[in-house]
């Protein structure tokens, strides 16, 4: 067998043992089992910082708070275990296949997380592990757009936001308040980095002045989002249920559509607007 191979799969039920990590032949039966390409050459390059990314995602580990940095030898490693943890799947014939069972849980590693704890109750719920992975995905895709952002942010408003989801704790719908955290959270990564199909930007003008004008773009998100301008200011607002036409609703700012007219608020105690949108 040539050295340089870095993966042997051993029978049917045999286990990925790797004799060397982190060289090019190993970047390759990585490839060859988690396939990051659709068959056609269109993919990210193997080895590459992209694909290191795809291949996190793959395992369900992507931005978990264990993985090493991408460029470092503990990162194959971290990798090489996750793999050697999986079994190959058998075909019909009694073959052993490259083929292995994805894990179905969270992005992040479920044992080491504490018992107890918020990760935990995610890794325990299937639909919470979903959203979780869902997450991850839309956060790689922001990463990309959010490369030449000056000053970078979005790494530590990640953070950010883990510490908010685990103060679910307190919530006294726990599970309520998770799914809400995340499909907030994926709505606003993808409005904001522009993830999402989207409609605007659709002008209003407020108490028949010029200078009280809004400019507003609407995103397809779960729930839909919408992003409003005026002069420097910015506001995401989400849909919120509404007894009568649609109603936005943002930190501290609010856009109702009601029957002909918009209503706008803009400001912690500030007056209502009446607004039209214009032609």
Known sequence: MNKYLVLLLIGATGV???QSICTYPWYQSIDKILHTTDGQGHGPDIGSDEWKSVIEFKLGVRDGVNVPERSSDQWCQYIDQH????????????KSSTAVNVRPGPSYDCAKVKPGAIEA????????????????????SARIKADNEH????????RGWIKGRDDCWR??????????????RIAELQA?????PETGPVYYECEDSPASEFAVIFFKTDPPTLIAERGDSVS???????????KYLGRN???????????????????????KRKP
């Open 16 to 18: 990925a043992q790797a």
């Open 83 to 94: 793999i050697n943890e999986m079994k190959p799947t058998g075909g019909s014939s009694g």
């Open 121 to 140: 109750m995610i890794c325990e719920d299937k639909s919470l592990s979903a959203l979780d992975r869902n997450l991850s995905e839309v956060y790689a």
């Open 151 to 158: 000053p970078p942010r979005l790494k530590a408003e990640q």
């Open 171 to 184: 919530s006294d719908d726990v599970d309520a308040c998770l799914r809400m955290e995340y499909q907030r």
């Open 192 to 196: 904001r980095y522009r993830l999402v």
């Open 236 to 246: 995401l607002m989400y849909q919120q249920r509404s007894g009568s036409g649609v």
């Open 253 to 275: 700012e609010t856009l109702w559509e009601h029957q002909a007219e918009t209503i706008i608020t803009w400001g912690y105690g500030e007056p209502e607007l009446h607004c």
